[in-house]
């Protein structure tokens, strides 16, 4: 389920940029490419506890969890950023704007997984 609406969140995301900004189909590539990755290193927080939200598991308690979500960070930066880079994958430069809708739509992944936790927890 949460796949899915990745996805479709990702869909969205590409065709609002596309179709909507009107950017290039290389820019509206990237920003899917990048969403996928930044949901999937927003989201692991959340997996962490199918029943604890995500306040309560303590942050400090996988410091190799936070390793490698800063990491997985840097690594799609470099993708997007450094030009050699950007010729293997086939990205381009994304703007702030770019930016605060993948975080934004990963933020909203989170709630969405938070939301089906604690309505669950209510029902049990």
């Known amino acids: 389920m949460i796949s899915s ?17 009107e950017y290039s189909l290389e820019h509206a590539r990237t920003v899917a490419f990048v969403m996928l990755g930044v949901n999937s290193l927003f989201y692991v ?5 199918l029943s604890e939200p995500i306040w309560r598991v303590g942050w400090k308690r996988n410091p190799w969890l936070l390793l490698g979500v800063g990491m997985g960070f840097v ?23 770019d930016w605060l809708i993948v975080v934004m739509a990963s933020m909203v992944l989170v709630a969405m997984v938070e939301g089906v936790k604690f309505a669950y927890s209510r029902s049990s």
């Open 75 to 97: 690594l799609q930066v470099i993708v997007v950023y450094v030009p050699f880079l950007q010729e293997i994958f086939q990205t381009v430069e994304l703007d702030i704007l």
């Open 5 to 21: 609406v990745a996805a479709a969140m990702t869909l969205v995301a590409f065709g609002y940029v596309y179709n909507i900004l």
């Open 45 to 49: 927080f959340s997996s962490r506890s």
